[in-house]
């Protein structure tokens, strides 16, 4: 039996035409091409804007996966990214960099052409260089002064291998007829022959003071240069230069190892000299026509110092008595006239006009010859003859101290016009070059008694003091070194005072590290403080080590006094225990004889213990010296800002104003 049937629901019939296209979902529109056209439906699907070949995108590979983009048909150019604003941004980026960086490289090297100008300017009135040479050699010997010169505030480290390099050059260039040599001559023998050197020396009679001048500072810069690196070796396949104890090779069968980070340590078999020997430079000074007497004495004096130190004493000996006869070669009188040939000890009736500075500086060096050669017997007389000679002299008549400088600033001066004077000087100064500096004296006229001259008694007195002190003449030592101290300090206090009190800056150049012994000519204050600090240096330490060996030699005679004692009473005791233990009888009634060895051992001790608390001799002259080398040190620190301040730039200076 069917189930009842259920009325029948009529629908509303869907429209024949829809009222919107229908959607196709089957696949994407495709692009149509730019070249072809079609029919185009009113109703259809929208298709994409055309595509020309030069605006569509890179084709895919076959196999890849389309993106989200292009699967809606849209088109994802790299190239879109870079519109017209993006490149214009693009060029005034890249434009503006290389402008700046151009601006930054520039403006840089001009500053370091300011910066290296203002330090030539500066090394040039520190070390004067003649205006002769060109600017190449001026560069080189100004810096390397500068490399030379010590400087107190540093660890006074000096790369010598770096130092002799500038001089080398240097001293080629003035003998090339190329650069600087123009005019240089051989002389009329042909020159000297030296053994080992060859022939030496030239004819600078022709050139002008400033290039002599100069020419021979160049020489004994690179003399010294070549003391100190005597020994050295250049590896050639590296061009770098080592000490001889880390070459490695036959000659050196344990070489020392090279310090950290330094380079590796040189094969023998490629190795050269590094410098030249000193001799070489030494003997050109004493064979060149041109230079004074000074300068060729203090070449022969520096060639027996470097003679002594290698051990050759005869040579050195030699070459003091080669520069005794250049120091006697201008006077009218033989040698025997001055100095005893034997002895070489200046003679009591030698003319005064006769003993220059270069005859006293002569003997001096022969004297310290024969103090490192041990012949103190023979040392002594002959610097007690030139301390005689240097005090008999008369003052010099150009005395610094007494007479005010014209051009100096009177201390009442308005501030407004003192600082105006400033302005205009410092102006001066960098508008017009330094003047060279004036010659040096010969040293043949009559020594003068000046305050560089005292101060280099005072180092005598040093000298004498510590020869006598290690002859064992403790006594007199001593007293020589107390007084060279007294004397050193005194005078250094004065050329202190008037330095400070005097209103011109000192415009005169450094002392050369060449004229180390010109104390016996009137260089000037500066040069006169500079040797009494030397001496007052060296007398103290002289006189510190002297006081602390006297006190500790002392000591050891107390101990030894005291531990002798000691055994005495040790002595005493065990006898007195002996004694007791004899019979009681001896301790009821002891005789005289016991009564008085007691005594007298309770005394002894009672006196021991009393020189146990006093001090000695030696250990308070020990606190005199402490308390003098406070004092001294004090002084010496003055005069180290004094130099700072005197070695300030001409910008510093009128800041300071």
């Known amino acids: 039996m069917y189930p009842p049937r259920l009325p029948q629901i009529y629908r509303a019939l869907p429209l024949i035409r829809p009222l919107r296209p229908p959607a196709h979902h089957s696949s994407p529109p495709k692009s149509r091409l730019f070249t072809q056209n079609s029919q185009l439906l009113l109703v259809g699907p929208t298709p994409p804007r055309p595509q020309l070949p030069f605006l569509s995108p890179v084709t895919q ?8 983009l292009q699967s809606r048909g849209g088109q994802w150019q790299l190239s879109r990214l870079v519109t017209t604003e993006t490149k214009k941004s693009l060029k005034e980026g890249l434009w503006l960099g290389g402008k700046y960086t151009v601006i930054f490289w520039v403006t840089g090297f001009l500053l370091f052409l300011i910066a290296f100008g203002v330090q030539n300017e500066f090394l040039e009135r520190q070390y004067p260089s003649p205006p002769q040479w060109t600017w190449l050699s001026r560069w080189n010997y100004r810096y390397a002064r500068s490399l030379e010169e010590d400087d107190e505030d540093s660890a006074n480290i000096i790369d010598w291998s770096l130092v002799g390099n500038p001089y080398l050059r240097l001293v080629e260039r003035l003998e090339s007829p190329d650069v600087d040599g123009k005019g240089l001559s051989q002389q009329a023998d042909g020159g000297v022959m030296v053994p080992g050197v ?44 080592f000490p001889p104890d880390v070459v490695i090779g036959p000659s050196n069968p344990r070489p020392r190892p090279v310090r950290l980070g330094a380079a590796s340590p040189p094969l023998e078999q490629n190795c050269v000299p590094a410098y030249p020997p000193p001799e070489r ?23 027996s110092d470097w003679l002594d130190l290698k051990g050759l004493h005869d040579s050195a000996e030699e070459m003091c008595k080669w520069g005794i006869d250049i120091a006697a070669a201008p006077l009218a009188v033989p040698v025997a006239a001055i100095i005893d040939t034997d002895t070489s000890v200046l003679l009591h009736d030698a003319p005064a006009t006769h003993l220059t500075p270069n005859i006293l500086l002569a003997t001096t060096s022969l004297a310290i010859h024969h103090v490192r050669s041990s012949n103190l ?4 007389p002959i610097l007690l003859s030139v301390l005689r000679a240097r005090r008999s002299r008369s003052p010099s008549p150009f005395s610094t101290n007494d007479d005010q400088d014209p051009l100096s600033t009177p201390s009442g001066t308005d501030g407004g016009t003192k600082n105006l004077s400033n302005i205009l000087s410092f102006i001066q100064s960098w508008l017009l070059p330094p003047p060279y500096p004036p010659p040096v004296p010969s040293g043949n006229d009559p020594a003068h008694r000046t305050p560089a001259s005292i101060c280099l008694e005072a180092g005598l007195m040093s000298h004498i003091g510590e020869i006598l002190f290690a002859s064992r003449h403790y006594n007199d030592g001593l007293a020589w070194t107390r007084d060279a101290v007294d004397v050193a300090e005194a005078q250094l206090r004065e050329l202190s005072t008037d330095l400070g009190a005097s209103a011109s800056p000192n415009t005169s150049s450094s002392p050369s590290p060449s004229s180390s012994t010109n104390g016996d000519i009137d260089e000037g204050d500066g040069a006169a403080v500079d040797r009494c600090t030397e001496c007052l240096k060296t007398g103290m330490a002289n006189w510190k080590m002297m006081v602390l060996k006297l006190a500790s030699d002392e000591e050891k005679r107390n101990e030894d006094a005291r531990a002798k004692q000691e055994h005495l009473l040790q002595q005493q005791q065990q006898q007195q225990q002996y004694h007791g233990s004899l019979s009681i ?16 051992g309770e005394g002894e001790e009672a006196k021991g213990k009393g020189n146990q608390n006093v001090k000695g001799r030696w250990v308070a002259e020990l606190e005199v010296v402490e308390r003098r080398s406070g004092r001294a040190e004090e002084l010496l620190t003055q005069e180290r800002r004094r130099r700072r301040k005197e070695r300030r730039g001409p910008v510093q200076r009128l800041l300071a104003g």
């Open 585 to 600: 009888w001896r301790w009821l009634w002891p005789t005289g004889n016991q009564v008085a060895d007691f005594s007298r």
């Open 198 to 241: 060859g022939s030496t020396g030239f004819d600078i009679s022709g050139k002008p003071y400033p290039w002599r001048r100069g020419y021979c500072l160049a020489l004994m810069g690179a003399a010294r240069c070549a003391e100190q690196l005597d020994g050295w070796v250049t590896d050639e396949t590296r061009k770098i230069n």
């Open 61 to 68: 590979r076959s196999g890849t996966k389309s993106t989200p």
């Open 281 to 303: 430079f030494y003997m050109k000074i004493l064979t060149t026509q041109g230079f004074t007497d000074r300068e060729r004495l203090e070449a022969a004096i520096a060639y």
């Open 377 to 380: 017997s023979t040392a002594v």
